[in-house]
């Protein structure tokens, strides 16, 4: 049974950083895309980043670009989404996911694995 599980969200302060957490099973994560996607009440789920497979390239959307970087790290099998300089615009809550395909993609059903998602919440 594949499974992922999200972590690390919480409450921060404008400016703050968080460092979220995806730890798979049932599944091994080296062998997917993984894309961390966010959805914030009355929104739709957005893609915010994705980390491939084939040459552990990046992508970013505009608005996170330069505050959000996302790794892998295929021994622990879990991928992770450190964010800083969190704003007002940031709060959601974040999923994890695995591509079906063999590329990143800012669709949601491009990703066939979810996780249940965290919750990222900026306020002073």
């Known amino acids: 049974q594949v499974q992922l599980v999200e972590s690390g969200g919480g409450l921060v302060q404008p400016g703050g950083s968080l460092r979220l957490s995806c730890e798979a099973s049932?599944?091994?994560?080296?062998?997917?895309?993984i894309g961390w996607f966010r959805q914030a009440p009355g929104k739709e789920r957005e893609a915010v980043s994705c980390?491939?497979?084939?040459?552990?390239?990046?992508e970013y959307i505009d608005p996170v670009e330069g505050r959000f970087f996302i790794t892998r790290d295929n021994a622990k099998n879990t991928a992770y989404l450190q964010v800083h300089s969190l704003n007002p615009e940031d709060p959601a809550v974040y999923y994890c996911?695995?591509?079906?395909?063999?590329?990143?993609?800012?669709?949601?059903?491009?990703?066939?694995?979810w996780g249940q998602g965290t919750q990222v919440t900026v306020s002073s």
């Open positions: 996911a695995t591509s079906r395909s063999a590329y990143c993609s800012t669709w949601p059903y491009e990703y066939n694995y």
């Open positions: 049932g599944v091994s994560l080296d062998d997917y895309p």
């Open positions: 980390i491939s497979t084939s040459d552990g390239s990046k």
